[in-house]
């Protein structure tokens, strides 16, 4: 009996996908800040991830006999502390290669919540109109009505301090955003040709709402999201410094810029390198959304 042999041939990418990809990053890569910023950024979860491994010492370990030593590079400091210690003694790179774990963290987590729930709000206020959609905005307009940073103390202060506590916070502050953003962009859609042809064909209003309109509305979303990651670093740092975020001894940067107020003049180290390591990411971030912005607005892409 003759056998058959099916050859099995290797699944490649979808060429039009595999274009799209590549206009992507033409776009992306041409802002030269964009691909620095993305570097950056790949560096930085490389050494959160790596923490563990490549940390000299561990980030709540407290050696006496080393109590604010400065860089290694000034006088007095030692090879062993490399940035320097801190007040009671902890290794101040430890530290910080652990912060960039809890700074990328809840920059996903925050980001996440408000996405997650500005898009299903905004899908909601935008396609069903109505009374629906003019209660939804007032909302969303009297939470922008308040300054963010004053509205997530608040909420703070209401649920209790802490790191979870202020991750909520922020992610309620920052979820208007993405509401009126989706809202805007699913009533500029929904009567489009698509659509109409969707809802004759029986789609349900799940459907049309969440599988035919809303793919079609991620651009600006993604971008709005890549901003709202380096706003929720920022003000998860502010409220550490406030004492409202992530507590002692978390090596969270802005519960270490509040540790070092009191030794700004006489320990420099304590607060720049905190400070230096919130700056950077935030601006590697920052610049990232410039270039997703570039390559995923077609009224910003050149012929």
């Known amino acids: 009996m003759a056998t058959q042999t099916v050859s099995a041939e290797p699944v490649s990418l979808d060429p039009s996908r595999r274009a799209r990809l590549a206009e992507f990053w033409y776009y992306f890569s041409e802002n030269r800040g964009a691909v620095i910023g993305l570097a950056v950024f790949l560096i930085l979860v490389a050494l959160a991830i790596l923490a563990p491994v490549i940390a000299p010492h561990a980030p709540n370990a407290q050696y006496r006999d080393a109590v604010l030593l400065p860089p290694f590079w000034a006088e007095g400091g030692r090879a062993a502390y ?3 210690t801190d007040a009671v003694g902890r290794d101040m790179l430890s530290r910080l290669l652990y912060g960039a774990r809890f700074s990328l963290f809840i920059g996903i987590v925050v980001t996440t ?4 729930g500005g898009i299903v709000v905004g899908v909601i206020a935008g396609y069903v109109g109505g009374w629906i959609d003019t209660a939804i ?3 969303m307009d009297i939470i922008l009505a308040f300054p ?3 509205l997530a103390l608040v909420l703070v202060a209401v649920l209790g301090p802490g790191l979870t506590n202020a991750m909520i916070a922020i992610a309620l502050v920052l979820q208007p955003h993405f509401v009126r953003l989706t809202r805007a962009a699913v009533m500029s859609e929904k009567n489009r040709e698509y659509v109409v042809a969707a809802r004759v064909a029986g789609a349900g209003p799940m459907r049309l709402m969440f599988r035919t309109i809303l ?3 991620m651009a600006p979303l993604i971008v709005q999201a890549t901003l709202s990651f380096s ?3 920022l003000d998860a740092a502010a ?3 406030l004492g409202m975020g992530a507590q002692p001894p978390t090596p969270e940067w802005g519960t270490m810029l509040a540790e070092a107020r009191e030794f700004i003049l006489r320990a420099w180290w304590v607060v720049t390198f905190p400070g230096l390591a919130i700056l950077i990411t935030v601006l590697a971030i920052n610049l990232m959304g410039d270039g997703l912005r570039d390559a995923l607005d077609p009224k ?3 012929s």
């Open 231 to 233: 706003n929720a670093i």
């Open 215 to 217: 793919p079609n509305c």
């Open 239 to 241: 409220l550490g410094f």
């Open 113 to 116: 919540l408000a996405l997650t």
């Open 300 to 302: 910003l892409k050149r």
């Open 137 to 139: 905005m007032r909302v």
């Open 82 to 84: 490399a940035l320097g």
């Open 148 to 150: 963010s940073l004053l």
